[in-house]
């Protein structure tokens, strides 16, 4: 008969509980500041949502209000140099983090409020107003809230979508020799996502100083948690990943401090990261001022349990029995916190009817009918607004990074065959010679490895197989083990801790898609954080971080292994595309992309990774300017434009058919950055256009260059753009479907038959 063995979890899980004992001998300055930080987050909050009551908050109001304790407790005894970040519903951690950071010694709570701390409550205030001196410049609103010389590192309204970015933040903190550590705040909604779970392990694989720390209010929006797992206990995620948790009471401030102090050492110590699961309870619905038994999710009976349970009812009880309150000092205290919000809301609104000229509310609807404004409402000072102006800017860079760079000219075939360098910038030279274009990927990631500490590589198998699937990350691993990072299957956790990474501002990730199909995995990660990050907060926060894939179509790996990318990338903001076509081009353009304070796609091409073509022979230290594109030929009657591999299926198109055509290889794909200069010289010239790419036609780049050639140079066009694509369908795995479903020359040479000919009839 088979025999059963009881199998127990490699690390602890404890439920931490306080005793009147604790109460009795916690440090009277800890109560002191958990109480101040409770009483000025309930006062901000309270504010916020009568705001939104009058119609001033635009967009949702998610209240924190009851779980202040989690925020408090956990925050108090960080260093300024810690990092959080959190949730939609993250107020009370932002302003906890920010307090601990203008008072790290602590806050009597029988002091009057300091003008720092009233800064920070018309800022944030601002900022959830979205106004122009709000800490994200009113771009963020009620759920993007950043002050990264704070520690407050972002909330986030994608549920769990900040996680992966706070395991990145955690490994540069380590990697860079510190103790610091990382907390991410997220709730019982999010526990069981994807990306938190990935996460969770990879953390935990690397041991990195993360705490995962988990506000369990019980309901995801209306969706109670019986609903949602089978585990109610959410801390228990902690053993499938050998993570040491804690179990709280989150309406008790002092328990959650007690157990975060023990995730402290185990963290700042280097033995990983840790779980912390409070239970709290948000007195308020999802969003809004109004209560959930509102909306018939739950009843009146429970929420005035939990009530009873108010972290600031418990700390003024028990500060009051040990001597250090009275009832009428702790009264005076939240006097204090009224006044003060009242006259952040002084500052920032106006009662109309009251004041003229700036103090008049701005028509923000768009509407001219003055008759829906009231004397006596309460407006938002005009002036306060942010510029429209101001709509787009930060959505990249300025560049002003490549000032410095050495720039190359283009090699000669002529003077490389002869012997002579090839020629760049006058004095400089760079010899080149034919190479195989996946021996200059690998050479020149060495070589930046070499030259700059901060770049590190990572993806699946980069580490091993002697270079990843394709060699382009050859011997890296062994020069650079610490720097070289083989990741587990897991696009999001991986591509989202290198955003991290990238916001720490120390590090440039190179992160690897073995296929770009990928992306749709990891595309929250991808499109909603590291894309719009610098923006979403406020334009000032670089993203230095490059993400190479490559296309593989004709490999045989079907639907979901050979799409291109850019055309789904180029209609995303705050990316930028590089796609180069020949190793000189590689070794200047992933240059640049390092230089670069924005994220890069390079994106690479199977079929030209055993090419050969001119490229340096010793010097991996030259840039190609940004938005350069290159005129591989120069003719009347057509413009070719096109990129990656299909510059060489176009030059041979071009070779049978024996049009003259400008053939340009754009080299940069993305709006801000493509060469509309060389373009529009081009189409000046020769009235016509064709646009080549091999991939489906419904995620393809030229649909939208098409449309913004046509709208920029329709006086100099004597016929539509016309296009060469792929199939509608995805390549198939059986060769001659994947065949029909990629253009090559063949496609190319149909596209200026038909082009030429539609020429001739006009």
């Not at 540069?172 to 938190?196: C, E, L, P, W």
């Not at 990074?401 to 090699?411: D, F």
Request: charged content about 20%; glycine content about 10%.
């Amino acid at each position: 008969m088979s025999e059963l063995c009881r199998l127990t979890p490699q690390s602890p899980w404890w439920e931490l509980t306080t005793t009147d004992q604790d109460w009795d001998e916690a440090d009277p300055q800890l109560l002191g500041t958990l109480l101040a930080h409770c009483a000025l987050i309930r006062g901000f909050e309270e504010t916020v949502l009568d705001l939104a009551a009058q119609g001033l908050v635009h967009g949702p109001a998610h209240s924190s209000i009851g779980q202040e304790g989690g925020a408090a407790g956990s925050i108090a005894g960080l260093k300024a140099s810690d990092g959080v970040n959190g949730s939609h519903r993250g107020h009370h951690q932002f302003l906890s983090k920010a307090l601990a950071y203008l008072h790290p010694r602590g806050i009597d709570p029988k002091a009057e409020i300091d003008e720092a701390v009233q800064g920070l409550l018309q800022k944030a205030l601002a900022e959830i107003l979205g106004l122009a001196q709000g800490y994200c410049r009113g771009r963020g609103g009620s759920m993007h809230l950043r002050w990264a010389e704070a520690g407050a590192l972002g909330t986030n309204a994608i549920v769990g979508g900040g996680v992966p970015m706070a395991a990145g933040q955690a490994w540069a903190y380590r990697h860079a020799g510190t103790d610091d550590v990382m907390i991410t705040y997220f709730g019982d909604g999010a526990v069981n996502i994807g990306s938190v779970l990935e996460t969770m392990n990879l953390a935990a694989a690397w041991k990195l100083p993360l705490c995962f720390f988990i506000e369990n209010n019980r309901y995801a929006v209306s969706t109670a948690i019986e609903d949602s797992t089978a585990e109610t206990r959410l801390s228990s995620r902690g053993s499938a990943f050998n993570i040491p948790s804690w179990k709280v009471d989150g309406m008790d401030p002092l328990a959650v401090h007690a157990a975060m102090q023990q995730a402290l050492t185990h963290m700042r110590s280097g033995q990983g990261p840790t779980i912390i699961e409070a239970d709290v309870y948000r007195f308020f619905h999802q969003n809004g001022p109004y209560a959930g038994s509102a909306f018939g999710y739950r009843t009146k009976e429970e929420e005035a349990a939990w009530r009873q349970r108010d972290p600031l009812l418990l700390l003024a009880r028990r500060m009051t029995a040990r001597g250090l309150m009275t009832e009428l000092d702790v009264q005076a205290l939240h006097d204090r916190v009224k006044a003060a919000m009242n006259a952040a809301v002084q500052a920032l609104t106006v009662v109309e009817g009251r004041a003229a000229g700036d103090d008049e509310a701005p028509n923000v609807s768009g509407s001219n009918n003055t008759a829906t404004r009231h004397a006596g409402k309460r407006q938002i000072r005009a002036a306060l607004w942010p510029s429209p102006d101001f709509r787009d800017v930060g959505i990249l860079g300025d560049l002003s990074e490549m000032q410095g760079a050495r720039y190359a000219a283009e090699p000669d075939r002529a003077e490389a065959m002869s012997g002579s360098p090839g020629r760049v910038d006058g004095s400089n030279h760079v010899a080149v010679s034919d190479r195989k274009f996946i021996d200059v990927v690998a050479d020149v990631m060495a070589r930046r490895m070499q030259q700059d500490a901060s770049v590190i590589v990572m993806g699946e198998d980069v580490h091993r197989l002697k270079g990843g699937t394709n060699g382009a990350t050859r011997g890296l691993s062994q020069l650079y083990q610490d720097r070289c990072l083989g990741t587990p299957i897991s696009e999001n956790a991986f591509v989202g801790l290198a955003g991290g990474m990238a916001l720490d501002g120390r590090y440039k990730p190179v992160v690897e898609f073995m296929y770009p199909d990928f992306m749709w995995v990891a595309a929250d990660q991808v499109f909603n954080q590291i894309g719009k990050v610098r923006h979403m907060f406020g334009g000032d926060s670089d993203v230095p971080l490059v993400l190479r894939t490559k296309v593989a179509m004709g490999t045989g790996y079907g639907s979901q292994h050979s799409m291109d990318p850019a055309g789904i990338f180029a209609t995303s903001p705050g990316w930028r595309i590089v796609a180069p076509s020949t190793p000189f081009d590689y070794v200047g353009l992933m240059n640049t992309a390092l230089r670069c304070k924005d994220p890069v796609l390079v994106i690479e091409h199977v079929d030209l990774y055993n090419a050969t073509a001119l490229g340096p022979v010793d010097d991996y230290d030259y840039c190609l300017p940004v938005g350069r594109a290159c005129v591989r030929r120069s003719g009347t009657e057509l413009t070719v434009i096109t990129y990656l591999s299909m510059v060489h299926h176009a030059a041979e198109a071009l070779d049978e058919t024996g049009i003259s055509a400008d053939l340009i290889d754009l080299r940069w794909l993305d709006r801000a950055s493509l060469d509309w200069e060389t373009v529009g010289e081009s189409i000046r010239k020769t009235n016509n256009v064709l646009i080549v790419e091999q991939g489906a036609r419904g995620t393809s780049y030229g649909g939208w260059l098409s449309d913004e050639i046509q709208r920029r140079f329709f006086d100099w066009l004597d016929q539509p753009v016309q296009r060469v694509t792929g199939g509608e369908a995805a390549p198939s795995i059986s060769k001659v479907l994947e065949r029909a479903a990629a253009a090559r020359t063949e496609e190319v040479l149909e596209g200026l038959r038909e082009v030429m000919q539609q020429k001739g009839a006009a």
